[in-house]
T-cell receptor, first 113, second 112 residues
Framework: DAGITQSPRHKVTETGTPVTLRCHQT?????MYWYRQDPGHGLRLIHY???????DKGEVSDGYSVSRSKTEDFLLTLESATSSQTSVYFC????????????FGPGTRLTVL | TQLLEQSPQFLSIQEGENLTVYCNSS?????LQWYRQEPGEGPVLLVT?????EVKKLKRLTFQFGDARKDSSLHITAAQPGDTGLYLC????????????FGQGTTLQVKP
């Protein structure tokens, strides 16, 4: 299994509070991704990174920001959480030579009350 | 916007039966991946197909990429309760961006 960890694994927060989710990899893969998974919508890309300090928006980026200061860490921040951001968040990684082949972390279940 | 339609969305069968899950699009993909996901866990990559018409086998699972690279199928022979889970297809649009398009998923339940 790819070495990917996500923290926290579960979080309950209140509307309006900032939240940061962390993805950590030990594979030294160049590409990292943040997805959210919701019933009826499947997995949707929020943001992705193609290197340290290089990030770009995905399909559902509004309300989210990301940062990647080290190869191994990719942070997802909800500046002011809303109930519509209640979801399961997955981080994924892929090597530079096989961007299409993505390996997923265990997920973070976030509930915004 | 490229879409991937998966069917059926839900499937409940008896152990030993065969089944096929379909993943269809009007768009061409440079590759297509199949994942399996169990409750509370992240998706696990099963296979990647890249050539039109390609067939790959993984034990009792057979994956096929359509000749035009717009569709794919997953066939399971003699399903087992351990095959229970959510099956996801994901297509990579041309351009090698790394941005995958996921289907909605097929929830499979195999009863003993």
């Amino acid at each position: 299994d790819a070495g990917i960890t996500q923290s926290p694994r579960h979080k309950v927060t209140e509307t309006g509070t900032p939240v940061t989710l962390r993805c950590h990899q030990t594979e030294n893969h160049r590409y990292m991704y943040w997805y959210r998974q919701d019933p009826g919508h499947g997995l949707r890309l929020i943001h992705y990174s193609y290197g340290v300090k290089d990030t770009d928006k995905g399909e559902v980026s509004d309300g989210y920001s990301v940062s990647r200061s080290k190869t191994e860490d990719f942070l997802l921040t909800l500046e002011s959480a809303t109930s519509s951001q209640t979801s399961v968040y997955f981080c994924a990684i892929s090597p530079a030579g096989a961007k299409d082949t993505q390996y997923f972390g265990p997920g973070t279940r976030l509930t915004v009350l | 916007t490229q879409l991937l339609e998966q069917s059926p969305q839900f499937l409940s069968i008896q152990e030993g039966e065969n089944l096929t899950v379909y993943c269809n699009s009007s768009s061409v993909f440079s590759s297509l991946q199949w994942y399996r996901q169990e409750p509370g866990e992240g998706p696990v990559l099963l296979v990647t197909v890249v050539t039109g018409g390609e067939v790959k086998k993984l034990k009792r699972l057979t994956f096929q990429f359509g000749d035009a690279r717009k569709d794919s199928s997953l066939h399971i022979t003699a399903a087992q309760p351990g095959d229970t889970g959510l099956y996801l297809c994901a297509g990579a649009p041309s351009g090698n961006t790394g941005k995958l398009i996921f289907g909605q998923g097929t929830t499979l339940q195999v009863k003993p």
